[in-house]
Structures are given as C-alpha cells and as structure tokens.
C-alpha cells in the first residue's frame, strides 16, 4: 500500500465535502485565542487563509518577502476568476464546472478535490462581493461574465485585466481589519528559509529579516505554506521577479513530498522575448482569446516579407491568413486550452512560419472584434450611415473598455499600437500545476505543515484552465484550510506555547545559518543571474514545451554541473548582515538548481503525454487525433509524490492512485 | 532602427543603511538598447557592478509590469520618470537618447525613510489601510447572493477606478507637501462609492485621515502634482470626494 493517505472522505462525491465539515473535530473559540498559527505567503491563498484564520480567533502571524502584504504575485493576475454561479444561463453547474477541470487537467488530478473547488466556487464571489471588489457589471447592475479557454460557458467574474489585484486587494483589507485588532501579526520583508519539525510536527519557522539580515526563530501550533509556485525555475517567466520555490523547497527537504513537479503551464499569449538582458516576460491575458484570432501567413513568402518589413500584417488578405487553431479545432478554435493552444504555436513556429526576428512570434489579431462591436455600437447608438472609420473607432472603444490597460501595457513594451496592427505573441512558462502534495485536508506529509494555493499540486491536473489558479487560492484560504485545520488543531488545546529555545529550533536555525555563510564565503567570480540564466535555457531547451528522454538525461546531467560550478563561483558582494538583495536571490537559486533536477527526472521517468507535459515519444499515429499528446492512463493515472533523500537526482518515488468514479475517462478532445 | 545602443552617465543615490547619510555616485553603462526596460538597464549596471566586485544597486520591484507598486524610482526629478501612465519597471530606454546623464534617487518624504540606496520604507502606507481601509465582513460561507445586490454600472466603475491604486507612493514623492492625499482618497472613494462600503463610511475617513496625520504626511494644498504623476491616472476628483465624506463625517460626529 502507498505511504500516501489522500484522506478523501466517504459517500458521494457531491456530499463528501459537506459530510466531511460536519464530522470534522472544531476548536471551541476560547481555545483559539492559545493556538498560533504561522502563515508564510500573503497571495489570494496566504492572504485569505490568514485574515480568515485571524477572524475564527486563533493568533496568526503572517510573512511576506516584499515590503507589503498587498504586493505578492497575485496582484498581477489579469484576466479573470471563475465560479459556477450560472448567472449567464448558460447550463453551467458545479458538476460542469468540475468535469471542465478535470477534463482540462487532462485527468491528472484528484476528483474530490476538484469537486469541492466547485462547490464552493459561488461562495468566492459573493464573499469578495462583500468585501467591496468591483467586479465588473452590466448596465443593469449585475455582475458580467466572459468566456475563458477549454470551456463552453461564461462563467468567468473580472474586473478589467486586473482581477487578480482588485480580488487581493479584497483579501489585503481583510487582512488589514485583523492586522488593526492585532489578531494578525504582520512580518513584511521577511523570508522563511526552514521549517522547524518538533517530534514529527511542524512547530515554526526561520525566517531571516531581510532588512536588517537578522535570523529569526517563530513557533507555532501550525505552518501555512502559501508561497506561490516555482516558475522562475525557467529564469523567464511571467512570474514576478521574487517569486520563487524556497519555502516549498526548505518543506520538502524536512519531510514533506514534491509532487509532479513537471506539470507546468506554457501560456500561449505572452509577448515574445526581445533580447538577452530580457528579465521577465509579460503574460496577454488568455481572456483577449475571446476577442483575438490567432493567425500566421499561410505561404512563406508572406512569412519573409513581414520579418523584413516589406508586408505588414494588416496587409494580408483573409485567405493568405492560416488562423490555425481554427481550422484544427473548430469546436473550440480560439478558445482551446492553454497547452492545445502553446503547441500549435510552437508547431507553426517550428515549421518556419513565425512572424518576427526570431521566429517565435504569431499574430493575435483584433480587427474582426473591432469591426463586429463597431457595428453593434453603431446600431445601438442609431448611427445606420456610420462611415468605416466610425464603425472601427466605435469598436475600438469597447475593446479598450474590456483590455485597456492590456492593450496599453503591450504598447508600452513592444512600441506598436494594437488597436491598429495585431499583437505578436508567443508562449513562456506561466504557472506550475506541480507542488507540495497534499492531502484532501490540505495538510503535507508533514503533520502540521498545510500548503495552499499555486504552492500545493492542487486541482488543476496536468493542465490548469485559465481563472482557475485565482478560485483555487481563494478557495483555499478562505473556505477550505479555516475548517480542515481544525481538525488538527483540535488535539492543540492542551499543548501551550511551543518554545524556540529547544535543539530542534537550535539546529534549524544551524543549518539556515550555514547555507548563508557558505554561500558568502564563495566569494567566486560569477553572479547569481549569470547561473540563474544557465539553469534557464536547460530548462527550456530541454524541459520546455517539448520533452524526450534523450534531452530529460541530459538536463539533469547540465543541471548537476551547473550546481556544482554555483556552488564554487558564486560571487555575492556585500555583507549577510545587512539587506543584500544578492543573498536574498542566491538562497533561492541553490534551491531552483536542486529542483530543476527533479523536475527533469520527474518529466523523465512520466512517459506518456498529457496537459502541459508533452513527451515527444507520445503522440496519437493515426485517427482524427493523429499528431495530437497522448496519455497512457494504463500506467501513468497517479500522482508522481516524491520524497527527498539527500539527493534530488535520487529522490524516491511514492505513487497515489487517481480513481475516477464520477467523470469517464476519456481523449480529450477539443476538435 | 540604429541597432548601436546608448552610452548612458547615471548619478544614483547609494546609502549603506537607514542611519548612514547618502551620497550621489556615478557610474557609466555602455550598448543600452532602446528595447530595455528602465530596471533592465538597473539590471546591466548591477551586473557589470558584482563582476567588479562592488555592491549592486539595491532597489525595489517585483512584477515588473505596473501592478504591484514595488519600484519606485524618482527619475530625472520625476517620480517613475519621464514618461506618463507608467511605473518604473514600464518605463523603457526608447525615452532617453545617447549620451543622457539620468539622475536616479529614492522616493523623497518625511513618512518614506530610506532603508537602503533606492530602497525606501513605505509601511506608514500599510498603517492608514489598518485604520479602517476595509469592509468588516467575516469569511463565511453565507455571505448573501452576489447578484442580489445590484450596482450602478457607473458607480462600480468608478469605484473600480479608484481601486486601481498600486500603494506606489508616487502622489506622496511628487507632491511638496508630501501628502497621501491621492493615495488616502483612492480607498475612502472605492467603499464610498458602493452600498458595501456606506455603513462604516463615517468612521473609515476619520480614522484613516487621522493615521494619515500621524504618520507624518503633509497637508494638501491642491497642487495637482500627484494626478500627474500618478501611474493608474487616480483622479484629483477622488480628493474632492474625500474632503466631503470628511466634512460629513466631523459634522455628524459632532452633532
Ligand atoms: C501574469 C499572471 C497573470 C495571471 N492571471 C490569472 C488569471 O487571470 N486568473 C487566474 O485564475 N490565475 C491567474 N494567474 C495565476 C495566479 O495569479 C497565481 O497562481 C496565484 O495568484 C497564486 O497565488 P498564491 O496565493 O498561491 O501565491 P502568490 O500570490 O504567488 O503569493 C506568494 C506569497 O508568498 C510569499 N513568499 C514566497 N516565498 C516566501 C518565503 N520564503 N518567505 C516568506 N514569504 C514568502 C510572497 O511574499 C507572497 O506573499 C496569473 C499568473 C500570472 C503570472
Ligand atoms: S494614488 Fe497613484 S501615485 Fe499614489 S500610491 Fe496610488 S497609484 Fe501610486
Ligand atoms: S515592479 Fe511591480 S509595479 Fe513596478
């Protein structure tokens, strides 16, 4: 039998999560006043955790590595959060809504989960509703809804391209109430660099005050790990440049498993890279799909004409354009999933058909848009006799209603006007569907140590749908961990404070203390983007959108090197002792660089294709799915959960069993 | 196109510590290209900077696309810098030109002391949101209906524009006073704006206003600076809205 005990609870799926509250052991509220809990992460998942925790009662401490709570990466979050509140009629439901996710996640993830994420998806909104979240309405007063990709509803809530901020704003003020009553005590620019395990149960955290380079020891009943996922393991991403995978990585070293690390998500609408000193890239929202056909020229000679200048896309006529998610998939076109949609990008691209300098860039063109919104504008505004120039100053209008500060954001970067000329656009790493494994109470393979939000392995499977990861964090923090810590915390009451002054806190803060001087006392000759930038470009070469055993052996092989060389020729100037932004981002590679190996063998030893992990040795030969990933659900239907033994290149491998009870498997099919 | 890049002369603050006094260095970067962001250029010198074997430049970021208000550069005398609607980290070398000598300092205000070169402490900017930035409604799963609440399309859009503050601090760098006035009236108006935020308006303003006095911000004598600067185009209208909730308020108050 597995060591893994997913603990999902008993009877039918659509009662298992209300059965489960029920029974659930709960800490009667003067009891919570003497249970502390640590809370690392302020995103939507830390953020509502900690100000909901806060509100039940127990004393929360929460920490952040930027200078504010409201600035973790989930501000940036753009296009949308879903829920099943069928407000469009549309046929929606909770049971469509989690049969859309697992299907999207190409049924890689936990079914009773994913429904639970479902049901309690309406709630989200009504709760940020109350808050005060401006969501954006129509001109009744309702709330407005639009279309992400792999689904057939309208069931996503936004407010402009900012959801993300408007929906952590919410939680911020949440918190902020609780911060004021001194329920929640607050350590910004702080950065959690272990986790301190008293007699199997995770008892506080080291954390270094990244002003003054002071280590600190903090205690408590238990450790909330919401600290976002490790994207920046590719060094580019659309991941805020701090966002980084240390306190997962400091866990799973102390006990608590890895799981699918290689499930990650290649988004296909970010605006193409420029040049080597690039530092990140910057994500279009998947919701212009909506909006936005995607294209390249159909014949080579257009391909060549517009790389030098000599044809403008605007030139071509429609049948020169090959909109190829279109013609591949005419049930979904546009709107396919994030992984359909990045391959087929790549697939053109490699075919030479990429339309700038480096020929990895296609067309996301919103000229259509514009003239069908200027028409209705028109007719609404009883302009019959509107001019061409009138019809598409019209529709421009409602589209920089929906997309302005998108629309202006691209303009800012690449210099073009997209009103006038369409978007180039190209896939980067976005989101890990991959990360601490948890059971169906949240909590690691360390008791006491919960993880929540991008930083858990989560519901999304192998493939996250877009809006999704904002309803998972928010569903984490607020309505899923307040309960299922309980049950734990239950068994607290009696335990008291839990000192710092014990050898297990001594050895942690030991060993923080060693890595530190280790790394200063390099005193090498190269910096740490320089080996953050090699770790990179293996990753993408070869742990990229396209994966084969052949280029996973090596990965693992560069990475190895590459860490080897980080730990003889790192360079960090200054002092320890002092706010050094070098350490700060040293500390963070030393972990990319062993993650990066597990990820490559994690990718490596999963032989088959699904979501956004492609094994080139795995595609359908021949059918109406010829060419497209294809899955092995006889071998690979479970979750990869690995456990650290000193090595990353020789962690062990534990496998949970996915069943599949109320959604059939299936192809997944978006022809 | 000129694909040669620009040589660049910069004068940066650099100060060890809180306690230590500053001073302008200079330093020279050589082959910027136009397509570089701002930071990416801070990127470059930093590089170059450790392969000498000095200390890099400490300054703020994070997204380093307009959102999560982390950097906060004052530019030539502008905070964020020259260009309109952008933060730092949007900001691109396209508007500077060859042979440019750019004057980078921290955010300047009494409120906003400096941690470390451009590194500043805005948590005085947390503190008014502790006072009362917030509608005071627990989590819980019983929350009414969303729709059953409708609001004003106009309404929740201009509360949405208010809610677009990125908490930069950038209206507090621009203005002499160095008020938080703009940044203060972005979050009283969001709430004053929707029927979520009317029950606890009165004392949302008059203790935010106060924490805002405590931390040391300055009055506002209508300048405007801030509206220019601001990145997110956080209207001077939203400073207006403010001062009558806060008459409102200290009236009844009274009464
Ligand atoms: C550009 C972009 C757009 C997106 N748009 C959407 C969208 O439209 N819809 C959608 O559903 N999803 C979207 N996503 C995904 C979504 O935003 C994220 O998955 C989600 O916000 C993650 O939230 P989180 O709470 O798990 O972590 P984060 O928001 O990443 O928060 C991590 C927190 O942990 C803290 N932290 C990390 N490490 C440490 C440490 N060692 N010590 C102390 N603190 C630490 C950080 O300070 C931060 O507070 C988008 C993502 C990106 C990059
Ligand atoms: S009002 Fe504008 S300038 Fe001031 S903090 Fe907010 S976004 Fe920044
Ligand atoms: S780095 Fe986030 S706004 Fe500039």
């Known amino acids: ?671 | 196109m000129s694909e040669k890049g620009m040589n660049l002369t910069l004068k940066i603050w650099r100060q060890k510590n809180a306690t230590s006094k500053g001073k302008i260095e200079t330093y020279k970067v050589a082959d910027i290209s136009e397509h570089m962001s701002f930071l990416e250029m801070m990127d470059v010198l930093n590089e170059q900077l450790i392969n000498e074997g000095q200390e890099p430049i400490a300054f703020d970021h994070d997204c380093r696309e307009g959102i999560c208000g982390m950097c906060s550069l004052h530019i030539n005398g502008e905070a964020h810098g020259p260009d309109r609607g952008v933060t730092t980290c949007q900001l691109h070398m396209r508007m500077f030109n060859d042979g440019d000598t750019i004057y980078i300092e921290p955010f300047r205000a009494k409120a906003f002391p400096v941690i470390k070169d451009l590194i500043i402490d805005r948590t005085a900017f947390d503190r008014i949101q502790h006072a009362g930035g917030f509608v005071s409604v627990n989590t819980s799963g019983n929350t009414q209906d969303a729709n059953a609440l409708p609001i004003p399309k106009a309404d929740a859009d201009k509360a949405f524009d208010a809610a677009t503050c990125i908490g930069c601090g950038a209206c507090v760098a621009s203005c002499k006073n160095a008020s938080a006035m703009l940044y203060v009236s972005a979050k009283v108006s969001q709430f004053s704006l929707l029927p979520q935020g009317k029950v606890e308006a009165k004392d949302r303003v008059l203790n935010m206003v106060e924490q805002m006095d405590k931390e040391g911000f300055g009055n506002c004598t209508n300048t405007g600076a801030c509206e220019v600067e601001c990145p997110k185009g956080i209207s001077l209208e939203n400073i207006a809205r403010m001062n009558s909730e806060y008459l409102k308020a200290s009236i009844t108050k009274e009464a």
């Open chain 1, 1 to 671: 039998m597995s060591v893994l005990d997913s603990k999902i609870p008993e009877g039918p799926i659509k009662d298992k999560w209300t059965n489960h509250k029920n029974k659930i052991n709960v800490v009667n509220p003067a009891n919570k006043r003497l249970i502390d809990v640590i809370v690392v992460g302020t995103g939507l998942a830390g953020g509502a955790a900690a100000a909901s925790l806060a509100e039940m009662g127990y004393a929360v401490k929460a920490f952040c590595f930027q200078d504010s709570p409201r600035r973790a990466h989930s501000i940036a979050a753009q296009g949308g959060i879903n829920a099943a509140k069928n407000y469009q009629n549309d046929g929606d439901s909770v049971y469509r809504l989690f049969y859309d996710t697992v299907k999207g996640g190409d049924y890689r993830g936990r079914e009773a989960n994913v429904y639970r994420l479902a049901e309690v998806s309406a709630n989200i909104i009504d709760q940020c509703v109350a808050q005060g979240v401006p969501f954006a309405r129509e001109y009744g007063g309702l709330l407005d809804n639009r279309s992400f990709g792999g689904v057939l509803v309208s069931r996503t809530f936004y407010a402009k391209g900012q959801t993300g901020q408007q929906l952590l704003l919410g939680a911020y003020s949440a918190m902020n109430r609780q911060i004021g009553k001194g329920k929640i005590k607050m350590y910004n620019r702080h950065e959690m660099l272990d986790v301190v395990v008293v007699d199997g149960k995770a008892r506080g955290i080291i954390a270094r005050n990244l002003i003054t380079g002071s280590i600190e020891r903090h205690s408590a009943h238990a450790v909330v790990v919401a600290s976002g996922g490790y994207g920046n393991v590719f060094f580019l991403s659309t991941n805020a440049m701090g966002s980084n995978a240390t306190a997962a990585w400091k866990i799973h070293k102390k006990g608590a498993f890895f799981a699918n690390p290689c499930y990650t998500q290649i988004h296909p609408t970010c605006i193409p890279r420029s040049g080597d000193y690039q530092s990140k890239l910057t994500l279009m929202s998947e919701s212009l799909r909506n909006d936005g056909r995607i294209w390249v020229p159909k014949n080579m000679e257009d391909v060549e004409a517009i790389r030098s200048g000599k044809k403008k896309p605007i030139d071509l006529s429609e049948d020169e354009r090959d909109y190829y998610l279109e013609r591949r998939y005419p049930a979904f076109g546009n709107l396919v999933p994030r992984d359909v949609a990045s391959r087929a990008a790549k697939e053109r691209c490699d075919a030479g058909y990429g339309v700038n300098q480096t020929g990895e860039a296609v067309f996301l063109d919103f000229a259509s848009a514009i003239q069908r919104y200027g028409k209705e504008a028109a007719t609404v505004n009883h302009e019959p006799n509107a001019t061409k120039e009138r019809i598409i100053e019209l529709g421009a209008e409602v589209i920089k209603n929906k997309y302005g500060n998108l629309f202006q954001m691209y303009e800012k970067i690449v210099d073009q006007n997209p009103y006038k000329t369409p978007m180039m656009i190209y896939p980067a790493v976005h989101y890990t569907m991959g990360g601490i494994w948890v059971d169906y109470n949240l909590m690691t393979t360390i008791p006491g140590c919960y993880a929540a939000g991008e930083a858990n392995f989560s519901d999304h499977g192998a493939n996250r749908l877009g809006a999704s990861a904002l309803m998972q964090g928010l569903a984490d923090g607020y309505f899923v961990l307040p309960y299922t810590i309980g049950d734990y915390l239950a068994d607290e009451i009696r335990t008291g404070p839990i000192p710092t002054d014990s050898p297990e806190f001594d050895a942690a803060e030991k060993d923080v203390r060693g890595i530190i001087d280790t790394l200063m006392n390099i005193k090498g000759t190269k910096s740490v983007d320089h080996f953050h930038k090699q770790l990179g470009k293996v990753m993408w070469d070869n742990v990229g959108m396209a994966r084969n055993a052949q280029g996973l052996e090596e990965a693992q092989t560069k990475i190895r090197q590459i860490r080897e060389e980080f730990w003889k020729d790192l360079r960090i100037p200054g002092e320890a002792n002092e706010l050094n932004t070098e350490l700060e981002k040293a500390i963070r590679v030393a972990d990319f660089l062993e993650l990066g190996e597990l990820f490559a063998k994690d990718a490596l030893h999963r032989n088959e294709s699904c979501g956004g992990h492609f094994r080139e040795e795995s595609v359908e030969l021949d059918g109406e799915q010829k060419g497209e990933a294809k899955r092995d659900d006889d071998n690979f239907k479970y979750v990869a959960a690995w456990e650290w033994t000193g090595d990353p290149g020789e962690s062990k491998l534990h496998k949970e069993d996915l069943e599949f009870k109320d959604i059939e498997l299936k192809t997944r099919s978006y022809k």
